[in-house]
């Protein structure tokens, strides 16, 4: 952002995804060029929830202040900072509104799963105590792929 510029439209970056939880956000990219996993703070989360290509900065930075009752001017400041400094990683800038299909996941009130492991096989060389597979070198089963399928899918909801 440079000084002087009138109006400013921040939006999240193309193909990039925001997840809200209680104490954080993820924003995280799965397009082919560009893999990103980026951990943020709640108030950086919630800056980045606005940032949709059609709210001007000003906007923004008033809808902050009111859920922190904070005062505007510091406010303003430090978010053209944090967009400044996520410029090139998270945010593109616009002098006008633009329309930009965001994608916004979870909630402030529920933690949600990043992750989930899925064992496809009992067949393991180790016999560790702590495991919960109980596997083995010499067990055959695999995952039944009509329960895995639809597992998958929820997941990928």
């Known amino acids: 952002m440079k000084n002087g510029e009138n109006k400013q439209f921040p939006v999240l970056k193309e193909g990039y995804t925001l997840q809200r939880s209680t104490t954080k956000g993820r924003v995280y990219s799965l ?3 560009v893999r990103y996993f980026y951990e943020v703070n709640e108030s950086a989360a919630r800056i980045l929830e606005k940032c ?3 709210t001007e900065l ?3 930075t008033n809808k902050i202040c009111s859920h922190y009752n904070e005062e505007y001017k510091p406010t303003l400041k430090i978010i053209k900072s ?5 410029i090139d990683i998270l945010v593109d800038i ?5 329309e930009r299909n965001i994608h916004i996941t979870g909630n402030w009130g ?3 799963p ?4 899925i064992e496809l096989t009992y067949n393991c060389n180790f016999f560790c105590k702590h495991c919960y597979i109980e596997g083995g070198s010499g067990r055959e089963e695999y995952a ?3 329960k895995l399928i639809p597992v998958l899918d929820e997941l990928a909801d």
């Open 31 to 33: 397009l082919e060029s």
């Open 52 to 54: 949709d290509g059609k």
């Open 58 to 60: 000003k906007e923004i």
């Open 82 to 86: 944090y967009l400044n400094e996520n």
């Open 94 to 98: 616009f002098p006008q509104p633009i």
């Open 110 to 112: 529920i933690n949600a």
């Open 114 to 117: 990043t992750q989930a492991a």
């Open 144 to 146: 039944d792929s009509k």
